[in-house]
């Protein structure tokens, strides 16, 4: 996969395998390296958990609130500034956990 290639839609699981090539540990560098996909023009939908790269999002969609039959429900939609003020989101109290208040640095 070359990241030189721009309008292109990659689509990462959180499963490490599905982004071939890319077997980044470190969320920054994942973070970074997304940062510049999106750069050159192309989109990112990321299923992740990493609270460090949901802080970064642009735009975040949160389904549940379980797994399997207990999922598939829309919790959320918005940028994570907004998720911190959603009463739905499973997520919204780990993240404010991890971010100091007026930032999401």
């Known amino acids: 996969?070359?990241?030189?290639?721009?309008?292109?839609?990659?689509?990462?699981?959180?499963?490490?395998?599905n982004l071939k090539n890319v077997t980044l540990h470190i969320p920054k560098k994942k973070i970074l390296l997304f940062h510049s996909m999106v750069q050159q023009g192309n989109t990112m939908f990321l299923v992740e958990y990493n609270l460090d790269i949901l802080k970064a999002a642009d735009y975040v969609i949160e389904l549940g609130p379980g797994g399997g039959a207990k999922g598939g429900h829309l919790l959320f939609s918005g940028t994570p500034h907004e998720m911190l003020s959603s009463k739905y989101s499973v997520t919204a109290p780990f993240l404010k956990q991890e971010i100091s208040p007026g930032t999401l640095d």
């Not at 070359?2 to 292109?8: F, P, Y």
């Open 1 to 17: 996969m070359s990241i030189a290639d721009s309008e292109t839609i990659y689509i990462k699981g959180a499963n490490e395998n």
